[in-house]
């Protein structure tokens, strides 16, 4: 059965990766619901953050397949309930209309929205909420004239996971690079390179 998952993948930053992340996707007709960009805890390490609608198999299969990637370190799949996330939502209306209709300004409060901008011709408000709070707000205030609205992607936060900054860590510890080199050769390299 489908159900929402997030996925959240750890990358470098590579030029061409989100396409070839995209050309997995595509390829499998796995659309997306909403996909997020940022940087993470650990500097030159990036977050993609990807929220799909699939069965458990097709997204397990995606994320070996995601893992694959050269520039891609960790993919990490959860469900809705395995995660914090959150969303933001601009709204903007005629501030006249905020002025006189007590309702509009008694629902900005119930869904703690507030201010960016107020100028004489319209108002800016933001709210940071899940999608049915949001999408809620957006059928209340269409009644209202409504004159733009915009919503983020999803951002999450995984509640079981010490997130990849450890392994990170881990792997520079255990980094074969860093450990010395003992080259049998070394002190016969007057003999060896001689002719």
């Keep these: 059965m489908k159900q929402e998952f997030t996925l959240t993948i750890y990358t470098e930053n590579q030029v061409g990766l989100i396409n070839k992340i995209a050309i997995l996707f595509s390829r499998r007709k796995i659309s997306l619901e909403s996909l997020n960009t940022s940087p993470s805890e650990i500097e030159n390490i990036y977050r993609f953050t990807i929220v799909v609608k699939e ?5 397990k299969n995606l994320v070996r397949q995601l893992e694959k990637i050269v520039d891609v370190f960790k993919v990490f799949y959860n469900t809705n309930e395995e995660i914090i996330w959150q969303q933001i939502a601009l709204y903007k209306l005629a501030t006249e209309v905020i002025m006189k209709e007590v309702k509009v300004e008694r629902l900005l409060r119930e869904y703690g929205a507030n201010a960016v901008v107020i100028r004489n011709d319209y108002t800016v408000f933001e709210v940071t909420g899940q999608d049915n709070e949001i999408n809620n707000l957006l059928t209340e205030l269409d009644q209202y004239g409504l004159i733009e609205f915009v919503k983020s992607s999803r951002i999450a936060i995984i509640k079981s996971s010490n997130g990849i900054h450890q392994q990170v860590l881990d792997m520079e510890k255990n980094d ?17 390179f001689e002719m």
């Design 55 to 59: 069965t458990e198999t097709v997204v």
């Design 176 to 192: 074969p690079t860093k450990l010395p080199i003992n080259n049998e050769f070394l002190n016969l390299k007057s003999m060896i």
